[in-house]
């Protein structure tokens, strides 16, 4: 069906309308919700009625205007639960808003377009931004000139293949604190000491399966290793959970060459002088011979 056919159905005065939100979580779910009475299937997914979702006015914009709305829905185990809005399973999701005949379900038309925003949660109830597609552009954009590398590991500028065989491994969780943050093993070997150390944990298994980690130390202790997180796990891990652990990157172009043989990709300026050479100045007694002025010798 048209926009038009749509808008014939409201221009009778007793239309059959409702909103429908179909969300894309970036783990891969896609999960649907309406303000009407009842369930409705619209493309393969179930909308479900009954969470309470409402939504502000949307403000749309022309040009370079950023759209944005929030929406107010209810906490339950069938649509939106409290365990996952902690574990940021919807932080960045892709929501798309239409309006829908619910007597025919194929006379619909879109009103929004975006992602999640900042997403908070009260008792029984949370409440999401929504970031229209022109948000985007409010993002930083370019490249600054450092010393170290400004890529990230294994992304289209680093170009380096972390499926090779000795930069990832899959382990099972054997011991873990209280805070979800300091993983233990009793044997660990196979890789050096700091191996993992700025790298990731990918969670592959469990309450937490999906969720990532940078690894803030990484340390041999005896023939076991101890794995420090930057950041706990905001699902509890437990022992038996599936995890992988991939090396850790400093940005450093020793790092870059030694570590990973990756030189030609090194997205950094490592012969950038510092701030002591903007600080230097010519001292009486040293050689004035139109040389390189460092900081601390003019020759």
Known sequence: ?????????????ASTVCRVWTVWRRDGEVIGFTDHDRDLKIDGVVHRAGTGLTASAIQQGTG?????SEALGALSDAAVSESDLIAGRFDGAAVRIQLVDWADTTRRHQIFRGTFGEVTRRSAQFRVELRGLSDALNQPQGLA??????????????????????????????????????????????????????????????????????????RIEGAGRRIELWEGIRVPLAAGDSIRLIAGCDKRIETCRSKFANLLNFRGFPHLPGEDWLAAYPRPGQGQSGGSLSAGSAT
Request: with cysteine; hydrophobic share 35%; charged share 25%.
């Open 145 to 218: 000139y450092t010393r170290n590398c400004s890529a990230v590991l294994g992304d289209r500028r680093c170009r380096f293949d972390l499926s090779q065989p000795g930069y990832s491994t899959e382990r099972t969780v054997e011991t873990v604190d209280d805070f979800h943050q300091v993983l233990t093993f009793a044997s660990f070997a196979g890789f050096d000491d700091r191996w993992f150390e700025f790298g990731r944990l990918e969670v592959l298994t469990g309450a937490a399966s999906g969720l990532v980690s940078a690894v803030k130390s990484d």
């Open 1 to 13: 069906m048209t926009v038009s056919d749509l808008q014939r159905h409201l221009e009778t005065g």
């Open 64 to 68: 370079l205007a950023v759209d944005n």
